[in-house]
């Protein structure tokens, strides 16, 4: 499948997991938007949350319940954002679902609205 997070996923491209168990995997994102910028990466490759089955739901809950015990060590005691882009005008630019993991820093949540 010619998926990027799959190919991560499988070893053909190198990133390194910073987290992984059945469900998901965590990577840094190559780009990022700020001081920790993480993915977390559910294991079965699908788009959007649209084509999400139960089970997928129940994963990626089970993924993010493990962030709390993860934050000491990711850089997100002091709290974190987690963001889903879904579609154009969010900017998705991945076709496979993942999860910004966002902190590091007090963040901003800036009034998005074109004036
Ligand atoms: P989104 O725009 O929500 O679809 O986010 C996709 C993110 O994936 C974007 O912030 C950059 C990141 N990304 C794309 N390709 C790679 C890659 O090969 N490695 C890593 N670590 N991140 C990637």
Redesign the pocket.
Request: no cysteine.
């Given at each position: 499948m010619d998926c990027?997070f799959c190919k991560?996923n499988n070893g053909e491209?190198p990133?390194e997991k910073v987290y992984e168990d059945n469900d998901v995997f965590i990577?840094?994102?190559?780009?990022p938007?700020a001081d920790k910028?993480y993915?977390m990466i559910p294991k079965r490759h699908y788009k959007l949350i649209s084509e999400m089955t139960e089970e997928d739901g129940a994963a990626l809950m089970r993924g993010l319940k493990k962030i709390p015990g993860l934050a000491d060590q990711l850089g997100l005691k002091n709290g974190y954002r987690l963001?889903i882009?879904q579609g154009d005008d969010?900017?998705?630019?991945?076709f496979h679902l993942?999860v910004?993991i966002l902190g590091g820093q007090a963040l901003d949540f800036p009034d998005l609205r074109k004036k």
């Open positions: 990027i991560i491209i990133s990577i840094r994102d190559i780009d938007k910028h993915l963001v882009n969010a900017g998705q630019s991945v993942h910004h």
